[in-house]
């Protein structure tokens, strides 16, 4: 039986816990600083409060403070912060890391330089240590379309874990797989990774139709707008696939549970959609980040703004051209510039054949 | 101004009319023998009493004896029929179609030999005319993500009218392009119509999640199954898409409007989701054909006994091979054979790098 390390206990990696303590596994859930409430939860009544679900016994919770005690022999870290934390996460794998160890990232998203180049989040804790670490640890992550809750409730997920050495992976992926998780592997890390964090952009998109409906008070109307959805999903896909190849990951990928299917759960619900509602509605969407959903944590806004930024700068560098990915860049002037919602139809669906 | 006439009065080509007479055109809508009813509510009231929308004035009704004289001088010919009715419009036309005129099909479906062999529905057609007719008409088809009332009630819609002739599909397209209907268009005929006609057999399997959780009585639970919907939904894409590439189509035209685009709205709700939904709480099939759905039509359905009983001609024949369509075989023996609905996951997800 092997030992996992969380660090970061939000619903996702709290979630994940589920099938790898049902495999008979030691799982230790360390919460960051903004996570103390949800130990102190964890650890007096077995609840997690935002999953709303009591965890597995075998799952223990840590507060920060004893994280060194947490990591001690651990054979697997799961990296379980959001994008947002993935900064801090770094600074702490400093010294919590240690060669041998197989990480798993479930965080999702991108940094940019100012050039416009793109980073995966691996990629920002790699460059945070020592080199020799890097090569010592294994690298891995999770993608697929799951959200988190589900998983705990035990209903059928299918995912894909991704890295760099299939001994590692087929590992991991025999820690994780139950009756109701299912686990495929692959190669093609970059890929999996670049679809995982460009299907949050497209996911704010998501949101509009509904808006629009409710501003129009058409919400109950016998027609709704699934046919303006599934055209900006199509145009997503164009999209993450060709970040995907942009990235120098295999665009088949993109085909599959790491990208279309991951989009389609993504566009289901959530944070960001409810974001994309207010701008649907009209709300301008500077407006819905400093009232309507001021101190929400939104992934797919901030990719939206990491990503748009550096398709101005790679565009500048001739790297891609003025007319590729026009709904990221047209997503991008609404949540920076408060750009009202006109979606450039005539730019999308270009190379048509 | 030019003038379409329409065989088949349904609510997908009666929708279609909307955008053609706001331009100033002249729509000719024939119902066929079972849409006399349809044509009478038209011709009394204006209103298409399926669609649940008062047509526009210059769309003139006819009943089939009227056929002649509607086709009289006709510049475009719509075959608005579905799936069920492509023999016996083939037969009409025989008489009907005159040389010069530009066909537009919105049927979506497949027919195959005893060896497997798959036609696109305007194969069908084309086969019951004299070859000099055939080449003295122009074929097009409509594809994308079209919920027909959606149309009428002008919402944002993106489609491809695609073809052999690019001076016809600008024609076309010309006729129908408004400020709500997007029009693209593309000479990957064979792509978009495979996309088209496939997506419907995936439509079934997106009832299935909703389904399972009524019979468990988790339908209104915090967590549902949109994990599960969601890796149905990528099996799909890839099947689709491999659907494209065996009937000779460009595979990108699966990744857009006439694939994952359509995959999505047809996603969204309709009669094949439903039937899928009772499949999902526990009802063999062929209650739900004989009961439950009684004298639906099921064009989704439709499709997968079709394509589904090809596969295994295509097999044995070794144009595919045996692990090729896991869900579309396994959808085969749900509607033919009352397997239970328990998901090959394991089939599923071949050769990711």
Redesign the interface.
């Known amino acids: 039986m092997a030992t996992m390390v969380v660090l970061g206990s939000g619903i996702m990696a709290t979630a994940l816990s589920f099938p790898v303590t049902e495999n008979g596994h030691e799982v230790r859930l360390v919460g960051t600083h903004l996570d103390r409430e949800i130990i102190d939860s964890i650890q007096k009544t077995g609840v997690h409060p935002n999953l709303?679900l009591k965890v597995n016994e075998n799952i223990k919770a840590y507060q920060l403070e004893d994280v060194a005690e947490a990591f001690e022999g651990a054979d697997v870290v799961m990296c379980g912060v959001n994008s947002f934390g993935i900064e801090w996460i770094a600074e702490q794998f400093k010294t919590l890391l240690k060669p041998g160890q197989k990480l798993l990232c479930v965080t999702k998203g991108m940094r940019a330089d100012e050039d416009g180049t793109l980073h995966l989040l691996p990629t920002i804790i790699q460059n945070a240590l020592p080199k020799e670490l890097v090569d010592q640890v294994s690298w891995n992550a999770i993608v697929?379309?799951?959200?988190a809750?589900?998983?705990?409730?035990h209903?059928?997920?299918?995912v894909?874990f991704c890295g760099h050495d299939q001994d590692d992976l087929d590992y991991l992926a025999d820690m994780f797989r139950t009756d109701y998780y299912?686990v495929?592997?692959?190669?093609?890390f970059v890929?999996h990774e670049t679809g995982a964090a460009t299907k949050n952009i497209y996911a704010f998109a998501a949101g509009f139709a509904k808006g629009m409906l409710e501003a129009a008070g058409k919400e109950n109307?016998?027609?709704?707008?699934?046919?303006?959805?599934?055209?900006v999903?199509?145009?997503g896909?164009?999209e993450l696939?060709h970040f995907i190849k942009l990235m120098g990951g295999?665009p088949?990928?993109?085909?599959?549970?790491g990208?279309?299917?991951?989009m389609?759960?993504t566009s289901?619900?959530g944070r960001n959609v409810k974001a994309g509602t207010f701008v649907g509605q009209g709300v301008p969407f500077s407006e819905v980040r400093s009232v309507h959903m001021k101190g929400v944590t939104l992934e797919g806004v901030a990719a939206i703004s990491v990503v748009g930024k550096a398709l101005r700068a790679l565009t500048k560098r001739g790297v891609i051209k003025e007319e590729d990915f026009p709904l990221c860049r047209f997503l991008y002037s609404v949540v920076e510039e408060d750009h009202p919602l006109e979606?450039p139809?005539?730019k999308?669906?270009a190379n048509?054949?």
Chains 1, 2 share one sequence.
């Open positions: 709303g697929g379309p799951s959200i809750g589900e998983v705990a409730v209903h059928d997920t299918c894909v299912h495929w592997t692959s190669l093609d890929g109307d016998k027609y709704v707008m699934y046919n303006y959805s599934s055209a999903f199509a145009q896909a164009k696939i295999d088949n990928t993109g085909i599959g549970l990208g279309v299917g991951d389609f759960v289901m619900g979606m139809w005539d999308f669906f048509l054949k």
